[in-house]
């Protein structure tokens, strides 16, 4: 399976959003009209872009949604090119012959709300041409939902036979089987919660305060800056309290543990900074 390159070739720019006037690749787009988020924000408009795979059946009981989480985006399976930097996140699960087979099933991949993978988010253009940025409120999972609502109704699927999804995929996964549950069949979720716990909102807390500690952040009204200055370490460290949150106690021993790793000088001291991992 190739993911497309890990690292960019000289400095990365700002962003990795799409931006409108990107190559749009496997994209769709469709408008759900205006919406109204539960903090009383209105946008005159909401895009949706997704994605398909298969054939949706004549009696239109095929059809399978998987809700991405929160790094993914509509991308779940194909390859690296054009408009995709890196192949599908699921692409080993969904695909002909494939456990979701697209041979039997219609499936369906959006976007979110702030998704900023061609979903309205941060990065798309407000109606002043500019991109929201800083203006862009704070959004739910009631909020994300509520949209994949109107999606589902716009592509005019009236039931899931199947909705899916990881992480916070399978929050709104959840919050759909409270709300909507005469829209979907099945519901399946992975590695998820329906509330966060006080130990996951005070770990979100220092991500938070390690992106807005990024001088290049700019309190959010960043994507129009030169290539290189973007909040990328802020977001760096903000992912690296993410994965120890991922991690079990083996796969954290293996990287972490006492004992010294191959090459590892746990004394070395260069440009100030130290480059052993030890207690």
């Not at 990065?123 to 994300?144: C, N, Q």
Request: glycine share 14%; aromatic share 12%.
């Amino acid at each position: 399976m190739n993911y497309g390159p890990i690292a960019y070739e000289g400095l990365p720019p700002a962003s990795a959003a799409w931006r409108e006037g990107d190559p749009v690749g496997d994209r769709r787009f469709i408008d759900v009209g205006s919406f109204t988020t539960e903090s009383g924000f209105t946008f005159p408009n909401v895009t949706v872009a997704y994605e398909t795979w298969g054939t949706l059946n004549d009696e239109g009981t095929n059809a399978v949604y998987i809700a991405h989480a929160l790094t993914g985006d509509s991308h779940v399976a194909g390859p690296a090119g054009v408009g995709h930097k890196t192949g599908g996140w699921w692409d080993a699960l969904v695909g002909q012959g494939k456990a979701i087979n697209t041979d039997e099933w219609f499936v369906v991949c959006a976007n979110i709300l702030g998704g900023c993978q061609g979903t309205t988010g941060p990065a798309s253009l407000a109606p002043d041409g500019k991109p929201w940025g800083s203006r862009f409120p704070t959004v739910t999972i009631e909020d994300m939902v509520e949209v994949e609502f109107r999606f589902t109704n716009a592509i005019g699927i009236k039931r899931w036979a199947l909705m899916l999804g990881p992480s916070l995929g399978g929050m709104r996964v959840l919050d759909w089987m409270i709300r909507y549950p005469e829209r979907l069949a099945s519901g399946m979720v992975l590695g998820t919660t329906a509330a966060v716990s006080a130990d996951e909102i005070g770990t979100h807390s220092a991500q938070l305060a390690a992106i807005y500690a990024d001088p290049y952040f700019l309190n959010g009204d960043f994507y129009d800056q030169p290539i290189g200055q973007g909040p990328h370490r802020g977001m760096g460290v903000a992912r690296q309290f993410a994965h120890l949150t991922y991690r079990s106690e083996a796969e954290l021993e293996e990287r972490f543990g006492r004992e010294f790793q191959n090459g590892e000088d746990p004394y070395a001291w260069h440009n100030g900074k130290r480059s052993g991992l030890f207690a």
